[in-house]
């Protein structure tokens, strides 16, 4: 999973061109290989290593830790066992006791963080200004390659990406999307190659105002579907009554819930896999306990 943090550790990376960057992280990361050695060991010895420091505030521990919490136990109103209970309490603690799916995330946004990550152009004249809207969760190889699509559009493309509210994304996904909140996804998104602006907390409707604003050419949407507003409008009337909506065909099926839905699935055959484990040695365990009993007895009656 690609988020903003590695992000920042690629540019840093590309801008290293003559050197051989084979892995980049953190001081705080462990790089050891099973027998104890230094992961990096030779590429430092060949001065051919470089480490960049990603953006602080979030890692794929954390956002895998929010995902966790987008269970059929947690959302379809059912009482949720004290087992697990006592499981999501516990899981994904660091030694501060912080969880990472109920915590406000660490990650805080300045002005200095959107520089960097934004490209600082305005749109030029001859440009086609192409405007897109959604959440953009989990920033993925979905929204990559709708993004590239669009921007294959026009010869000289200026794309720019509308990011909803947090509060008007779980109106639409529900459960508790978004897993990524609307700092951390402006990140995302203006890390993309593909987008030139974000307009953070779009509106969900595409006024007039904001086409107008912007100088919008054309307005595009993926092939999901496209929930009704609040008061049942369709949210892209308005570019629809201009004649400049699209819908563009990504080709990929990736999808924000089929990634949470991929680590779910693998998160309960973990623990099913654990629990027939742990039911095994449980079993042996008793049934050597019986036999020590058992000889005990006999021993006994031997005197």
Not at 55 to 72: A, F, I, P
Not at 75 to 85: L, Q, W
Not at 138 to 150: A, N, P, Q, R
Request: hydrophobic fraction near 30%.
């Amino acid at each position: 999973m690609v988020h903003y943090g590695h992000s920042n550790q690629l540019r840093q990376a590309r801008a290293m061109g003559d050197y051989l960057i084979v892995g980049v992280h953190t001081d705080d990361d462990i790089t050891l290989t099973v027998d104890g050695r230094d992961t990096y060991e030779e590429v430092k010895q060949a001065g051919r290593y470089r480490e960049c420091q990603r953006t602080q505030g979030v890692s794929t521990t954390d956002l895998v830790g929010r995902m966790l919490l987008v269970t059929k136990a947690h959302h379809s109103g059912h009482e949720i066992s004290s087992e697990y209970r006592e499981y999501a309490d516990s899981f994904g603690k660091c030694p501060g006791g912080r969880n990472p799916w109920t915590g406000v995330s660490q990650f805080l946004q300045t002005s200095q963080k959107i520089i960097q990550f934004a490209s600082g152009k305005e749109p030029q004249p001859g440009e086609t200004v192409i405007y897109v809207a959604g959440a953009f969760d989990l920033f993925h190889i979905g929204h990559v390659d709708f993004l590239e699509k669009v921007h294959g559009l026009a010869e000289r493309p200026y794309v720019i990406a509308g990011l909803h509210f947090d509060q008007e994304v779980n109106h639409y996904k529900g459960k508790n999307y978004p897993i990524m909140n609307l700092h951390e996804r402006t990140l995302s998104v203006l890390a993309c190659r593909y987008v030139s602006e974000v307009v953070i907390g779009a509106p969900y409707a595409v006024t007039a105002e904001l086409l107008d604003h912007f100088k919008v050419d054309l307005v595009c949407h993926g092939k999901t579907e496209i929930v009704p507003d609040k008061d049942g409008s369709d949210p892209y009337q308005e570019p629809k009554r201009r004649g400049i909506f699209c819908q563009i065909d990504s080709g990929s099926d990736l999808t924000t819930d089929l990634i949470v839905q991929r680590i779910i699935k693998n998160r309960l055959e973990y623990e099913a896999r654990n629990q027939k484990k742990e039911a095994k040695e449980l079993a042996f365990l008793e049934a050597r306990r019986r036999q020590e009993v058992q000889r005990e007895r006999e021993s006994d009656c031997d005197f």
